[in-house]
């Protein structure tokens, strides 16, 4: 007779049907958005990733954002 047994980490992987939103730190203002919210500010050299947000503030304003 062959036994098989499933781990504890398996079991509560199977059970769960939710997903975790993947998330990401903005360098602009320090703050943790959804990854939908990534932008590339191919405008710099090298290439700045920041929210959406900054985004919009660096492009509207002209003027410069402390780095946090």
């Given at each position: 007779m062959i036994k098989t047994t499933t781990r504890p980490e398996e079991k509560e992987q199977s059970n769960s049907n939710e997903t975790k939103e993947i998330t990401f730190k903005c360098k602009l203002c320090g703050k943790t958005k959804?990854?939908?919210?990534?932008?590339?500010?191919?405008?710099?050299f090298p290439v700045i990733m920041a929210c959406a947000d900054c985004d919009e503030?660096?492009?509207c304003s002209g003027k410069r954002i402390k780095w946090s």
């Amino acid at each position: 007779m062959i036994k098989t047994t499933t781990r504890p980490e398996e079991k509560e992987q199977s059970n769960s049907n939710e997903t975790k939103e993947i998330t990401f730190k903005c360098k602009l203002c320090g703050k943790t958005k959804p990854l939908s919210q990534l932008r590339e500010l191919k405008r710099f050299f090298p290439v700045i990733m920041a929210c959406a947000d900054c985004d919009e503030k660096m492009a509207c304003s002209g003027k410069r954002i402390k780095w946090s």
